[in-house]
């Protein structure tokens, strides 16, 4: 299949809040890459990551070391990513990539792990180490716990991707509202931002019911939407199953032209309610949680501009087992604009997320 696609205004109404110095942690991520021995081709993806950019719009209002710590951690993944789930010898191949994401996500537990050999899957455990030991000093106990087992449950949706790669499935879009926010970190992503700022929501009110279904659909909007720019390079990558644009035209037979307006619609539906909830839950909240939505709407309103410009999204990387072809090429045009305006809904509300509405006061 070779179609592209056009992305029409994605609808999000959030205020986009970014810390300056954006240049300079990103440099400082890149430094530290280095110095964790990391291989010149992903030190040379690095520089598609914009990572710095998008810590300081998931976190305007950090410290300098949480800001730096959430734009190491954003680098680490997405080179995580390209390295062992995307491409390699391990991203069509359960029985070895299983292993591995399982032996690297135990370094979030236990960073002091002895190094393997193996240059770089350890280069990749040594930076999570230190990144790590690193939030330890920066968070509360409980807090850097969390990120700790959150790296499992992202591991679980990395799993799933190489699954479906390994049989060429594809996943239902019911199943993949479940599957992407895992395998894009959400949780561990809401949880990094709470490092960076020096907060922590606690279980009690963390465990409520209209605060899992706010979270849950955040994880939507950090995730599905990047499935949009990231199409292109996915094609090329041969990594479409768990496009969600691909995902739509199989499952209702659509051209991926009117796949992706379906999914745009999708998107805005669970905006709808995330605005909803977020409204709802604000009413009378506590100062931590007042503070948590924020941290939330962050995340998403930075991910839709971070995405817009991203060279990530607009160069070619090698597929498995080739070499990079090409610069890297950051976009002279946006791949999508913002509008304030919704333009259309998902006409029904899919199964995993119909929940969430019981939730909303009359």
Not at 37 to 46: K, P, V
Not at 63 to 79: C, F, I, N, R
Not at 148 to 173: E, K, N
Not at 252 to 277: D, G, H, K, P, R
């Amino acid at each position: 299949m070779d179609k592209s696609i056009t992305i029409p205004p994605l609808w999000c109404p959030l205020e986009l809040r970014v810390r300056e110095g954006a240049d300079v942690f990103d440099a400082r991520s890149l430094a530290w890459m280095e110095r964790h021995g990391m291989d010149e081709t992903s030190l040379s993806r690095a520089a598609a990551t914009d990572t710095g950019f998008l810590a300081c719009s998931w976190a305007p209002d950090g410290t300098e070391e949480g800001v730096q710590a959430l734009s190491d951690w954003l680098m680490w993944a997405l080179l995580y990513d390209d390295y062992y789930c995307d491409g390699g010898p391990h991203a069509s191949q359960p029985g070895t990539f299983n292993t591995i994401a399982a032996r690297m996500m135990a370094r979030a537990l236990y960073p002091a792990t002895t190094a393997t050999g193996d240059p770089a899957f350890d280069a990749f455990a040594s930076s999570l180490g230190d990144l790590m030991r690193r939030i330890h000093t920066l968070a509360d106990p409980a807090l850097a716990h969390l990120c700790a087992l959150a790296h499992y449950q992202w591991a679980t949706g990395t799993m799933c991707g190489v699954s479906d790669r390994s049989t060429h499935a594809v996943r239902t879009m019911e199943d993949h509202l479940l599957i992407r926010p895992s395998d894009g970190a959400s949780i561990l992503s809401g949880h990094m931002i709470e490092v960076a700022d020096g907060t922590i929501l606690h279980a009690h009110e963390r465990s409520r019911p209209e605060v899992h279904a706010l979270v849950q659909a955040a994880g939507i909007l950090l995730t599905v939407p990047t499935d949009l720019p990231s199409y292109a390079r996915e094609q090329h990558q041969q990594s479409l199953e768990s496009n969600i644009v691909h995902i739509l035209a199989v499952q209702n037979s659509l051209s991926v032209q009117e796949a992706t307006y379906q999914a745009c619609a999708l998107l805005e539906t669970v905006m709808e309610f995330f605005i909803a909830m977020r409204t709802q839950l604000r009413k009378d909240a506590s100062p931590a949680l007042l503070r948590y939505t924020d941290q939330m709407t962050n995340m998403v309103r930075g991910t839709y501009e971070w995405q817009r410009f991203l060279p990530r999204y607009s160069t070619m990387f090698g597929l498995s087992g080739t070499a990079d072809t090409g610069a890297i090429a950051r976009p002279e045009t946006a791949l999508h604009d913002i509008t304030p305006a919704q333009t259309h809904a998902y006409a029904e509300k899919p199964a995993p997320i119909t929940w969430w509405w019981e939730l909303l006061s009359a």
